[in-house]
C-alpha cells in the first residue's frame, strides 16, 4: 500500500529501470498485468516502454555507442623461422590505438577475452 500525502505528481522513471521492468515482463510465464500492479503502473505505460525499445528510443545513455574500428587484413608473413603449427593454428591479431596488440587463439574463452579488453580499455 502507498499513501500519497500532499500533490500526486508524475513520477521520473530512469531508462535503467525502465528496462529492469521490461526484463521482467519478458521472463517466460509473467504477465504483463501483473508486473504493472507490482510496480504500479499502467498496462499501457509498459507497452509505450516496449515499443519505445523497440524503435531504439529507449536504452541505457551511460553505455558507449558501438562503433566500428578499422580492420587490416594481411597475407603478411611475420619475420623469422615459419614452424608448421604456427600456420596451422588460425590466430587473430588485435591493435589497439595506443599500440597494444592482443593475439588470439581459436581457443580462447570468450568471457576472458571480454575481461582482458575491458581491463586495456580503462
Known sequence: MEIITGVERRRRWRAEDKLRVLAEAAQPGARTSEVARRHDISRGLLWYWRRQLRQGQLRVHDAPEPMFLPVEVSDAVPPGPVTPT?????????????????????????AALRRVLSVLRR
Open 86 to 110: 604456427a600456420s596451422l593454428d588460425p590466430r587473430i591479431e588485435i591493435a589497439l590505438p595506443d599500440g597494444t596488440c592482443v593475439r588470439v587463439g581459436a581457443d580462447v574463452d570468450t
